[in-house]
């Protein structure tokens, strides 16, 4: 059987919706009869409730957003997954993950070090940005961050949702970690204008010094201290190290990752008016 856990996430839902026919099981909070596939109820905030859905042979897909237990109760469901005899787990974590880095790169590298030492097979995928969380930078129109111009790589979540399908249904592969990005690696000034362009009406982007920044994000009702994290981290992002692009997409699932043209003809309806 193949577990997903977060399926009512970006990722899971598309997911669930490749696995439909499957021997597929997801784990969820509340009831989701609209996922279409049988689903659990289960937590990571008590992680023996989704250990108890593991069985031997399982294939299982390790996902949730992110909250202060994040670290213990991801470690504990790896745990579990190991002593229920779980054939393959493959972990969404972040690009760039480092135990003792910021914000979830930090969570995530402390998650993914537990994981390549469990004993169960492995494969920890590495997105950068979500092109879905691009509706949440815009703010009476314009789009804000501390970015600058050099240009940063978003991925649409649909895709990594195609990687791990690909994974999770073929047989268990070597351990590794998978770097997943989107085909292009633009600067906000352009992806301000192909916004615009896809809703028929300017859109700006509005770069910010990283004080300034942590305020609009404190504003927009982030606390401090993430919000400055936050800020400082879109700063340090400027300085190209989400700029690279990999054929990771390409290499597991046989076509190039979806363009962000691609997902504003989808999405147009997800940025505010
Ligand atoms: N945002 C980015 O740009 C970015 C970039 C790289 C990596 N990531 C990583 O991507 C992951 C999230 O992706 P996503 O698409 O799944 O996010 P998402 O759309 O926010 O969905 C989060 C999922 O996690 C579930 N969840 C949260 N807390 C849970 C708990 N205690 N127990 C069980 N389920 C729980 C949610 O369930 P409910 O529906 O019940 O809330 C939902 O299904 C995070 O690890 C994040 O660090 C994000």
Excluded: C
Excluded at 59 to 87: E, K
Excluded at 190 to 216: D, F, K, Q, S
């Amino acid at each position: 059987m193949i577990v997903v856990t977060g399926a009512t996430g970006s990722i899971g839902r598309a997911l669930v919706g490749r696995l439909r026919g499957h021997d597929v099981l997801a784990v969820v909070r509340r009831d989701a009869e609209d996922l279409g596939v049988p689903y659990a109820k289960a937590d990571f905030d008590r992680p023996d409730t989704i250990g108890g859905l593991l069985n031997p042979g399982d294939r299982l897909f390790l996902n949730s957003s992110l909250w202060p237990g994040y670290v213990d109760a991801h470690r504990a469901v790896i745990d579990l997954a190991a002593r229920a005899g779980v054939a393959q787990i493959v972990a969404v974590s972040v690009r760039d993950a480092e135990p003792g880095a910021k914000l979830g790169m930090g969570m995530h590298g402390a998650v993914d070090a537990h994981l390549r030492k469990s004993g169960v097979p492995w494969t920890i995928l590495q997105p950068s940005g979500f092109m879905q969380n691009l509706p949440r930078d815009f703010e009476h129109g314009s789009m804000y961050g501390a970015y600058g111009s050099t240009p940063v790589n978003y991925i649409d979540t649909r895709d990594i949702a195609d990687v791990a399908a690909a994974l999770l249904t073929a047989p268990v592969g070597p351990d590794r970690d998978l770097v997943l990005t989107g085909p292009e690696s633009l600067s906000h000034d352009r992806i301000a204008e192909e916004i615009g362009r896809a809703l028929g009406r300017p859109v700006r982007y509005v770069n910010l010094p990283v004080p300034e920044m942590t305020a609009h994000l404190e504003r927009q009702g982030i606390p401090q201290p993430h919000a400055g994290d936050l800020a400082a981290l879109m700063a340090e992002t400027g300085d190209g190290r989400w700029a690279a692009t990999t054929t990771a997409v390409r290499d597991v699932t046989g076509r190039p990752p979806r363009p962000l043209s691609a997902f504003l003809a989808d999405h147009r309806d997800a940025f505010p008016a």
